[in-house]
């Protein structure tokens, strides 16, 4: 089993930034892909970001131009930079992972247990 910890989450004021971490751990074959999503309160998880095994990356339109993802050439850990907050970006931010744990075994898909961001006003 892989295991996601995220961390770099806090409270920030409007314009600020912040700097997310998710490390991957345990039985680790290999790294497909790695992403973030967030859920707000009364909302759906929704896509953040995601970079693939060959680099290519993706971003929700409400965060393109102001956050990035990155990584390695191990793809672990990534990193979410959020620049330029705005209060709407609040939400517990959760990393997922798409690894095979064991060489041979179909890849599965690992979540974090999810950072806290909150951004002010």
């Known amino acids: 089993q892989a295991r996601l910890l995220e961390s770099g989450g806090g409270l920030v004021q409007a314009g600020g930034s912040l700097r997310l971490s998710c490390a991957a751990s345990?039985?680790?074959?290999?790294?497909?892909?790695m992403g973030w999503y967030r859920q707000a309160p009364g909302k759906q998880r929704e896509l953040v970001a995601t970079?693939?095994?060959?680099?290519?990356?993706n971003y929700a339109d409400s965060v393109q131009g102001r956050f990035t993802i990155s990584t390695n050439n191990a793809k672990n850990p990534v990193y979410l930079q959020m620049n330029s907050l705005k209060p709407e970006d609040t939400a517990v931010y959760y990393c997922?992972?798409?690894?095979?744990?064991?060489?041979?075994?179909?890849?599965?898909?690992?979540w974090g247990q999810g950072t806290q961001v909150t951004v002010s006003s």
């Open positions: 970079i693939t095994s060959g680099g290519s990356t």
């Open positions: 997922n992972g798409d690894i095979s744990p064991t060489r041979g075994t179909p890849s599965n898909r690992y």
């Open positions: 345990g039985s680790i074959f290999s790294i497909n892909a």
